[in-house]
């Protein structure tokens, strides 16, 4: 995924131009803004056995997952190596829904078709929806709102930015007109700047940036990742990562020390001639215009508050980085 800034118009999860206009982190950060995602990326899981089939064969827990609700998580390989990064609705009685990465919606069905034997589970694209989201700190407040006026939409608490948000699946033909009333109500569309200088603050991995197929999958940390559950693909790396050792790299939040422009991405980061890291992604914080980034960072320096340079000799210095334990 090319990452330099409005690259993302129609690709990967969101359909974002660079700007739409002023103050969007604003609306983020105290109200709320609207949020464009890629369509065509949804799989529809029906049937008696969808939980339980789905149970084994990704990290989440969904036992603990009530109808109406989502949660994030990761499809493993065999050796315990991440294929990708879901997101998973459970929308009615015996009904969920799978939002895969972009572009990876008939691998995915591909590969949890092979595994339906005997049970009672039908694996389908799901086109009828247009699906948006809302983000910012007053996303429940407009959900709430826009749930008495679309009783048969379904909405799912889902965070892609670090305020809070809430996603919506809506008919494709009430799509237009809902979303130009909501803007007539004072949501602004919220663009690719805005959205990921807050996913970076807030430590959040897009999936084909910092969080890559092969990769162990407590890299990113242990979000979508259930430690009380029964058996499913790639489980036993998992458990020895965790209960063991540390996975390789960790993702970091890192700042600049010094004022550059952003560059080329991804980019390699240094520590004593040694490279050490790899820079994914890097954005001016619409507050006061310091450079913050995410890096994947070797186990040891990243949990020593290491300072890095790029090959240009920009500092950058380790403030966060993800928990791989419980």
């Not at 996913?199 to 242990?222: D, S």
């Not at 004022?259 to 914080?285: C, F, M, W, Y």
């Amino acid at each position: 995924m090319n990452q330099q800034p409005g690259a993302l118009d129609h690709q990967g999860d969101y359909q974002l131009s660079e700007n739409y206009g002023a103050a969007e982190y604003d609306a983020l950060k105290q109200r709320c803004g609207l949020v464009d995602l890629t369509q065509d990326r949804l799989l529809s899981l029906r049937g008696g056995d969808a939980l339980s089939f789905l149970q084994g064969m990704v990290t989440q827990n969904l036992h603990a997952m009530p109808v109406g609700t989502a949660k994030p998580s990761l499809m493993l390989d065999s050796a315990g190596k991440i294929l990708a990064k879901l997101n998973l609705y459970h929308l009615e009685d015996k009904h969920l829904v799978i939002e895969c990465p972009f572009e990876q919606r008939d691998n995915i069905q591909a590969i949890l078709g092979r595994y339906i034997i005997m049970e009672d589970v039908t694996l389908a694209p799901l086109n009828d929806f247009y699906f948006f989201s809302l983000q910012g700190c007053e996303a429940a407040i407009h959900h709430e709102a826009l749930a008495k006026i679309y009783p048969h939409w379904h909405f799912i608490n889902h965070d892609r930015c670090g305020f809070g948000g809430w996603d919506v699946l809506c008919r494709k033909e009430e799509a237009g007109d809902a979303i130009t009333a909501l803007i007539d109500m004072g949501l602004i569309p919220i663009g690719y700047n805005a959205l990921n200088a807050a996913r970076i603050a807030a430590l959040i991995a897009w999936f084909g940036v910092e969080m890559q197929p092969g990769q162990n999958p407590l890299t990113c940390g242990i979000g979508g990742i259930a430690f009380d559950k029964g058996c499913y693909i790639g489980q036993e790396t998992v458990a020895k990562t965790h209960d063991r050792g540390h996975p390789p790299q960790l993702l970091c939040l890192v700042q600049a020390e010094d004022d550059r422009e952003i560059g080329q991405l991804p980019r390699p980061l240094l520590s004593n001639d040694k490279q050490v890291a790899t820079l994914t992604s890097l954005a001016r914080h619409p507050e006061d215009n310091h450079l913050i980034g995410l890096a994947l960072v070797k186990y040891q320096p990243a949990t020593q508050a290491a300072v890095l340079q790029d090959a240009a000799g920009t500092s950058f210095r380790v403030t966060q980085t993800v928990t791989h334990k419980v």
